[in-house]
């Protein structure tokens, strides 16, 4: 069984009052029209951490509820259940991972990964790994946790500056070679791709190509796949260093 965290019920001007009134009445007298916090499962093998990263959640006023768990099978088993907004995971090329990955996107549900181990390591292991943002373990504060939450649940990728730094020097490194392979985009998949370099959310996506969200994301999931990429931020990657988007820049002039 998960360890489940606090959850907040009650509104703000109750939340004041004496901590252990509030805990006893919070449930009843909750708004029940009040916006409900992000759900929340942390998957960890350390406790420590575990910990560590449910002490930080429960200090987001974003954050709802947190559920914590030890092993991925337990969380993969309770993922299609619960459903939760976001999942926190370390970074892991193995299997397991990956399955709970893949489970996260039928679910709907966000993947934050938490990158660990050497500098120089990240990026590959990030590369295995098809999550929806990165943020590095021995960065993790408060504020960089809800800042990654609230861009991953916008549609945005939280990538650690390291991390981009290495993938802009690998860009750098091959953006004069051209593909010779064919990754058959349509028209609207390759517009899709270039709103994607910009750094727009599949919301933002929406927008721009006057479509509905369901259509963005789903262009969004097709480009991922046609790439072969684990996320939409190495998706991009691939498309700078290959050419491209500059092709496709060349397309809409």
């Not at 919301?203 to 999931?221: C, M, N, T, Y």
Request: charge should be neutral; hydrophobic fraction near 40%; include cysteine.
């Amino acid at each position: 069984m998960p360890e489940i965290g606090k959850q907040r019920y009650a509104p703000t001007a109750f939340r004041q009052l004496e901590p252990s009134f509030a805990a006893a009445g919070a449930r009843t007298l909750a708004d029940p029209h009040e916006p409900r916090g992000l759900q929340v499962f942390v998957v960890h093998p350390h406790q420590m951490v575990r910990r560590g990263l449910e002490t930080m959640l429960g200090d987001l006023a974003l954050v709802g509820s947190t559920s914590v768990f030890s092993d991925v099978g337990t969380a993969h088993r309770e993922l299609g259940t619960a459903r939760p907004d976001v999942l926190i995971c370390w970074a892991s090329a193995t299997d397991d991972v990956r399955d709970l990955a893949l489970a996260c996107r039928e679910c709907g549900t966000h993947l934050l990964s938490l990158l660990e181990g050497p500098e120089e390591g990240q990026l590959a292991v990030a590369s295995a790994v098809p999550a929806d943002g990165f943020l590095l373990s021995a960065d993790l504060t408060v504020e960089s946790l809800g800042e990654a939450l609230t861009r991953i649940t916008r549609g945005e990728t939280p990538l650690p500056a390291s991390l981009s730094r290495r993938l802009l020097g690998q860009l750098r490194d091959g953006t004069a070679r051209r593909s010779e392979r064919s990754y058959s985009l349509t028209p609207r998949e390759s517009e899709t791709l270039h709103l994607l370099s910009h750094g727009l959310s599949n919301k933002q996506i929406a927008r721009s190509l006057h479509i509905s969200h369901h259509g963005a994301k789903r262009h969004v999931a097709n480009v991922i796949a046609k790439l072969n990429c684990p996320n939409r931020t190495l998706a991009v990657a691939l498309a700078l260093r290959e050419g491209l988007i500059q092709e496709t820049e060349r397309q809409e002039t």
